[in-house]
T-cell receptor, first 116, second 114 residues
Framework: AQSVAQPEDQVNVAEGNPLTVKCTYS??????LFWYVQYPNRGLQFLLK??????LVKGSYGFEAEFNKSQTSFHLKKPSALVSDSALYFC??????????????FGKGTRLHILP | DSGVTQTPKHLITATGQRVTLRCSPR?????VYWYQQSLDQGLQFLIQ???????AKGNILERFSAQQFPDLHSELNLSSLELGDSALYFC?????????????FGPGTRLTVL
């Protein structure tokens, strides 16, 4: 069964510092991996995805994520955090072997606080 | 703006009642997904429809049902409501035919059961 874990409920980072939000996954086959962000009282917004190819994926708002197959991880990163990055971040995975449906499994979310 | 619309934005009702949440996907998207987000359970996948047919089922209670109509809008019906059904309900849609496509989320319907 596919699953995704975000080991940190909350991450605090000072503004201007690099940030990392961790995600690990488990699938039977090869994964499709996604990061979404949710601002207060809003729906989820797509940030970036890994399908195939380069392990370093660049996305919206200066975010990037690194796919590591051996560690089954897909950590979200940003070189310099902004206060406006404070939000709830979700990692998600889809198992390529599931041909019949497009079900994506979401992690529980990590709340990112950027401290001014 | 994702292009996915949901109505109503807020819904307050009593236990035992029935409500209907509505979702219109982005133009051209054939898949519609429903999710429930609560503080203790996180984001839970409920059900997926593709071009009018049920495609995948998640943790959807028997008291809940959904359908997708020929114009591709979808409705989520919640009946015999309980206090624990209070949550944010999101609809998402995605493009047809591409396995790796991302989902686009609507703004959500906040359901409060009193």
């Amino acid at each position: 069964a596919q699953s995704v874990a975000q080991p940190e409920d909350q991450v605090n980072v000072a503004e201007g510092n690099p940030l990392t939000v961790k995600c690990t996954y488990s699938v039977s086959g090869n994964p499709y991996l996604f990061w979404y962000v949710q601002y207060p009282n809003r729906g989820l917004q797509f940030l970036l995805k890994y399908i195939t190819g380069d392990n370093l994926v660049k996305g919206s708002y200066g975010f990037e994520a690194e796919f590591n197959k051996s560690q089954t991880s897909f950590h979200l990163k940003k070189p310099s955090a902004l206060v406006s990055d404070s939000a709830l971040y979700f990692c998600a995975v889809r198992d390529l072997r599931r041909n019949r449906d497009d079900k994506i499994i979401f992690g529980k979310g990590t709340r990112l606080h950027i401290l001014p | 703006d994702s292009g996915v619309t949901q109505t109503p934005k807020h819904l307050i009702t009593a236990t035992g009642q029935r409500v209907t949440l509505r979702c219109s996907p982005r133009s051209g998207d054939l898949s519609v997904y429903w999710y429930q987000q609560s503080l203790d359970q996180g984001l839970q996948f409920l059900i997926q429809y593709y071009n009018g047919e049920e495609r995948a089922k998640g943790n959807i209670l028997e008291r809940f049902s959904a359908q997708q109509f020929p114009d591709l809008h979808s409705e989520l019906n919640l009946s015999s409501l309980e206090l624990g059904d209070s949550a944010l309900y999101f609809c998402a849609s995605s493009e047809p035919g591409t396995s790796g496509t991302e989902q686009f989320f609507g703004p959500g319907t906040r359901l409060t059961v009193l």
